[in-house]
């Protein structure tokens, strides 16, 4: 098989990380990269948490055990001689990374396989899911290569501290991603939903301001049909006064006003990009 990008093999095993995609990326990968950690067996639990903690602030990633990575850069596939318990793992790093650090552990075991590095073996990936509208994540606890209240990236394939201005592109792709959503649609689309939203409300609404006259109070002694419907009216509340007044809970400034002010804010945009002011 013809060797594929490494982000190619990438991007393809994350979107379906079942056996066999995982087997193809491991038979044509070319070895660790800014996404991809691979190590002989579990590491101590510091380390992986600044593992999780740096691929969570790097977009994703995926640390895969039971591989190793040679000094020539090659990899052996090895295999464990058992599962970690998911639990075990769970315990170990949850005092150290945040909870709403999205992951998600599998495991691969191959009873036979046409790739024959892999025949025989089990093999565990921890998938660090890649959820910018959360960023940063920090450490919470200190322990051995792990220090409290930091921020770690992907640097290269090494995990360090993030500088500065790295932290504030973190908050640059947070605040992108939460805004994101409604950027997807168009200014006519947006003055659309405004429209339904202020019809919602009426501009105008009437009020009781005084209460339709009693039977007793209409004096017509000539003619019983006219009290009869006189009766018949104030049963039905029809001898009730109302006026319109405005809607207390209508918006104070309308759609229209809001149009305008909207036309103006834009003319003074174009006159300073024109540098007319």
């Keep these: 098989m013809i060797n594929q990008g490494k982000d190619k093999l990438y991007d393809d095993f994350l979107k379906e990380p079942t056996k066999d995609n995982f087997r193809i990326f491991l038979q044509n990968t070319l070895g660790e990269m800014d996404e991809v950690d691979f190590k002989e067996k579990w590491i101590e639990k510091g380390h992986l948490a600044k593992t999780l903690l740096a691929m969570a602030n790097s977009r994703g990633g995926i640390i895969v055990v039971g591989v190793k990575e040679e000094k020539d850069g090659k990899l052996t596939a090895k295999g464990l001689e058992e599962f970690k318990d998911k639990a075990v793992i769970n315990n170990e790093i949850s005092k150290y990374i945040p909870p709403e650090l999205d ?92 429209k339904i939203l202020y019809n919602e409300l009426p501009q105008k609404i009437k009020v009781l301001v005084r209460k339709g006259i009693k039977y007793q109070d209409i004096v017509n002694p000539f003619s019983s049909v006219l009290q009869a419907l006189k009766e018949y009216k104030l049963n039905l509340g029809i001898l009730n006064e109302y006026e319109e007044t405005n809607n207390p809970d209508y918006p104070e400034e309308s759609y229209e006003a809001f149009i305008n002010r909207m036309i103006k804010l834009k003319k003074l945009k174009i006159e300073k990009y024109l540098d007319l002011k």
């Design 103 to 194: 992951y998600v552990i599998y495991d691969f075991s191959y009873d036979t396989s046409e790739y024959e590095a892999v025949k025989g073996k089990k093999f565990q990936l921890l998938f660090v899911h890649d959820t910018p509208e959360r960023l940063p994540f920090i450490s919470r606890n200190e322990t051995d290569n792990l220090v409290k209240d930091t921020i770690y990236i992907r640097r290269g394939t090494k995990c360090e501290k993030a500088s500065a201005s790295e932290i504030e592109m973190l908050l640059d792709a947070k605040i992108e991603t939460i805004f994101k959503g409604d950027s997807d649609l168009s200014l006519n689309q947006h003055l659309e939903q405004l």
